[in-house]
């Protein structure tokens, strides 16, 4: 009787371990995110001032998310895009100087976002959904060259994304970031006439009357940096 009670105690504890074991291994989470982006890339600025999506160039790139918590996330983005603008495109403006650009550019940025549920694939924890609609915001830079050489240009991004887990460690997504920059002369031409600075002398300063670029892309990642989850059966 002895022997058989102590048979019944070792399979219920090898049966706990067991269980914990699986336990952890389901409840595995990835401090990170890898991957790639695709889409296009338009200006907004003094030479198309209210059209959104308007002559749109390739756009790709490639993200690193880290996770801060359940909901925020800190993202760096390293991408290569183009933009163009010319004022022939809209007549009914008063331009004292008809102009045109396009260049390529490079964009590094560091967003942080914030993600409206808790997201995630998990068995053990309810609140998690796989797909999540989030917001991010953060400083960005645009490396672009112009007629009298490289510019460096810093801004500010801020932008909508939605993302779904399509596995346990692989997701895809949506994302619109939208580049407020702190100069007004990402715009000129190649010959640096600056027609397209302040072109109705209105002023400008860091925050007004300054030039933007968008992207619109759709990416794929893949969960990287793994934690073992909290076992619940000992919470």
Known sequence: MVIFYSMRQFKRYI???????????LNA?????????????YYNG???STTPFYENHPYV??????????????????SYGA??????????????????????????????????????????????????????AGPSIAVYQAWNGHHIMPGLAFGVGYKFKVAPRFNVGVEWNMHKLFQDDFDDDEYGHG????????????????????CAALFLSFDIFKRRGVCRIYD
């Open 15 to 25: 049966l706990v371990l067991l269980l914990g074991l699986l336990s952890h291994t």
């Open 29 to 41: 989470q990835y401090l990170g995110e890898i991957g790639v982006m695709g889409g296009v890339s």
């Open 46 to 48: 003094d030479a198309n």
């Open 61 to 78: 790139g490639g993200l690193l998310r880290l996770k801060m918590s359940s909901h925020w996330l800190c993202k760096f983005d390293l």
């Open 83 to 136: 933009v163009s603008g010319d004022t022939e495109n809209f007549p009914d403006i008063n331009y004292p100087h008809s102009s045109s650009f396009e260049h390529s550019f490079w964009n590094v940025g560091c967003q942080f976002e914030l993600n409206f549920f808790k997201y995630g694939m998990g068995r053990w924890d309810k609140d998690l959904k796989r797909h999540t609609p989030y917001i991010t």
């Open 195 to 214: 027609y397209l600075t302040d072109p109705m002398h209105v002023g400008h300063s860091t925050f007004k009357n300054n030039d933007w670029y968008s």
